[in-house]
């Protein structure tokens, strides 16, 4: 394979056929840089954003640490470095913590945390190599607030967010930079049915607090206030290198949830 060389940056994204990691590999590639993108059928990501010369389509299922491995390998192969992590693959769950089982808690653990884990930690060997990189981890306003409704998801992204912080202390010497986003409502698919479960389970006592959220939340989706591109540029503007040594503001703005998302960059 010719390693293919020349571009600004190299972003690995995980879940990047629709919604949020779409619109993140779109940018990144309209501004001259080069991406790796996964999705568990690679074929997705090229219907979604047809082929370009700076993207690399790929198969991934997060949930397989062989898999990820085996996707850094041809990353390597073809762009020679990772500059950029974006982890981004994940999925809700919609339902009372009661009313959600076992294998409905293990599986979503697998893919927003473990999954997470498996490719960060194939990714990290190259970034200390490199001494230097960006691991961003997608987690959301559930990482640090949870309501009825979405207490096991919430503590899937209560999870990314300790791994984040470990993450900023144990890599900073290393020249890699570790950054946690807690998006709020944002126009993407992640509220129907092809991002959010519902528990299978359903209790009549919680009709009128969990039951609330799961009909609230379909009812939503499509009317979500964010702008999913603006939070791409945002993200953009986040890895180039005059941004990284700046600190950040950790007052509320306009992005409806984008509040306390660049706090871990703002101590490099």
């Given at each position: 394979?010719?390693?293919?060389?020349?571009?600004?940056?190299?972003?690995?994204?995980?879940?990047?056929?629709?919604?949020?990691?779409?619109?993140?590999?779109?940018?990144?590639?309209?501004?001259?840089?080069?991406?790796?993108?996964?999705?568990?059928k690679?074929?997705?990501?090229?219907?979604?954003?047809?082929?370009?010369?700076?993207?690399?389509?790929?198969?991934?299922?997060?949930?397989?640490?062989?898999?990820?491995?085996?996707?850094?390998?041809?990353?390597?192969?073809?762009?020679?470095r990772?500059?950029?992590?974006?982890?981004?693959?994940?999925?809700?769950?919609a339902?009372?913590?009661?009313?959600?089982?076992?294998?409905?808690?293990?599986?979503?653990?697998?893919?927003?945390?473990?999954?997470?884990?498996?490719v960060?930690?194939?990714?990290?060997?190259?970034?200390?190599?490199?001494?230097?990189?960006?691991?961003?981890?997608?987690?959301?306003?559930?990482?640090?607030?949870?309501?009825?409704?979405?207490?096991?998801?919430?503590?899937?992204?209560?999870?990314?967010?300790?791994?984040?912080?470990?993450?900023?202390?144990?890599?900073?010497?290393?020249?890699?930079?570790?950054?946690?986003?807690?998006p709020?409502?944002?126009?993407?698919?992640?509220?129907?049915?092809?991002?959010?479960?519902?528990?299978?389970?359903?209790?009549?006592?919680?009709?009128?607090?969990?039951?609330?959220?799961?009909?609230?939340?379909?009812?939503?989706?499509?009317?979500?206030?964010?702008d999913?591109?603006?939070?791409?540029?945002?993200?953009?503007?986040?890895?180039?290198?005059?941004?990284?040594?700046?600190?950040?503001?950790?007052?509320?703005?306009?992005?409806?949830?984008?509040?306390?998302?660049?706090?871990?960059?703002?101590?490099?």
């Open positions: 394979m010719t390693q293919q060389t020349g571009f600004n940056r190299v972003w690995m994204i995980t879940g990047a056929s629709r919604g949020m990691g779409a619109e993140i590999t779109a940018a990144s590639l309209a501004q001259g840089d080069a991406v790796v993108a996964t999705a568990r690679s074929s997705t990501v090229t219907d979604a954003l047809g082929s370009q010369p700076g993207l690399l389509a790929l198969d991934l299922d997060v949930t397989s640490e062989a898999a990820a491995h085996q996707a850094v390998r041809l990353a390597l192969a073809h762009f020679g990772i500059d950029v992590l974006v982890n981004n693959a994940g999925y809700g769950l339902g009372a913590v009661e009313e959600t089982s076992a294998e409905e808690v293990r599986s979503i653990f697998d893919t927003n945390v473990m999954g997470l884990l498996n960060t930690r194939a990714v990290l060997p190259q970034m200390r190599s490199q001494r230097s990189g960006h691991v961003i981890n997608m987690s959301s306003l559930g990482g640090y607030r949870v309501g009825a409704g979405f207490g096991v998801y919430g503590a899937t992204k209560f999870a990314v967010e300790g791994l984040s912080e470990a993450l900023h202390a144990e890599l900073s010497a290393l020249g890699i930079h570790v950054t946690v986003v807690e709020g409502y944002f126009r993407t698919d992640f509220l129907d049915s092809s991002s959010a479960m519902e528990a299978e389970n359903v209790i009549a006592d919680y009709a009128e607090t969990a039951g609330k959220v799961r009909v609230s939340a379909s009812a939503f989706n499509g009317r979500q206030p964010g999913p591109k603006r939070l791409a540029q945002a993200l953009l503007t986040l890895v180039s290198p005059p941004i990284r040594r700046c600190g950040f503001s950790w007052e509320r703005t306009p992005w409806r949830g984008f509040v306390r998302s660049m706090r871990l960059s703002s101590r490099s």
